[in-house]
């Protein structure tokens, strides 16, 4: 969940320059913002009570396709009009859901501790680059941002449901943390690090 709300925010640093380019007013921002969380407002109830009838997996489903497809329209959008249109619909499907709430917090609580793991992996690139070894670098790269996480993303789930998908950033790094140490320690003798 925290992940749909990382992305779901991706656009706001620029939308600031994203009104700038269009020639709009300066207060459309402000104006974007007020109408997207009014109907937030609105239709937080409906989203409630929609929970009663669909699990809260389908209602984030139906709510991610929809919030996306606002967004694409927030990117094509070029009145004021438009602008708008498209941020009430966005409100639409972003709405309050306690336990969606519950489920985000935890998530986020697990998801977290990648953050005290990947200065290594990020760290070990970058190492690796400044010695002019593109190969290792990249290697240590892709392998953790796409081969461990889709790997981990695909198993932890069936060993632990939900928070498997959460987890499976933490064991991405945890494995990118053992191929950068593998990579120190095989090419210390090499560049004379120690």
């Known amino acids: 969940m925290s992940l749909f709300h990382l992305s779901a925010n991706f656009v706001h640093p620029v939308t600031p320059t994203l009104i700038k380019n269009l020639n709009q007013p300066e207060y459309m921002f402000g104006l974007m913002f007020a109408v997207m969380t009014i109907t937030n407002f609105a239709l937080s109830p409906f989203w409630g009570k929609i929970n009663l009838y669909l699990n809260s997996g389908k209602t984030l489903f139906v709510c991610c396709c929809g919030y996306g497809i606002a967004q694409l329209?927030?990117?094509?959008?070029?009145?004021?009009?438009?602008?708008?249109?498209?941020?009430?619909?966005?409100?639409?499907?972003?709405?309050?859901?306690?336990?969606?709430?519950d489920m985000t917090t935890r998530g986020f609580r697990i998801y977290i501790l990648s953050f005290l793991l990947c200065g290594f992996n990020i760290f070990g690139s970058s190492f690796f680059?400044?010695?002019?070894?593109?190969?290792?670098?990249?290697?240590?790269?892709?392998?953790?941002?796409?081969?461990?996480?889709?790997?981990?993303?695909?198993?932890?789930?069936?060993?632990?449901?939900?928070?498997?998908?959460?987890?499976?950033?933490v064991a991405a790094e945890l494995g990118s943390i053992a191929l950068t140490a593998f990579f120190m320690v095989k090419y210390r003798k090499r560049y004379h690090y120690a």
């Not at 094509?76 to 249109?85: D, F, K, R, S, Y």
């Not at 002019?132 to 081969?147: C, D, K, P, W």
């Open 73 to 101: 329209g927030f990117a094509c959008a070029t009145t004021q009009g438009m602008i708008l249109l498209v941020r009430v619909l966005a409100g639409i499907f972003v709405g309050y859901d306690a336990a969606l709430h």
């Open 129 to 169: 680059t400044a010695l002019n070894n593109g190969l290792i670098s990249a290697l240590i790269s892709f392998l953790r941002t796409l081969v461990f996480q889709i790997g981990a993303v695909l198993v932890l789930p069936l060993l632990f449901e939900l928070d498997g998908i959460w987890w499976s950033v």
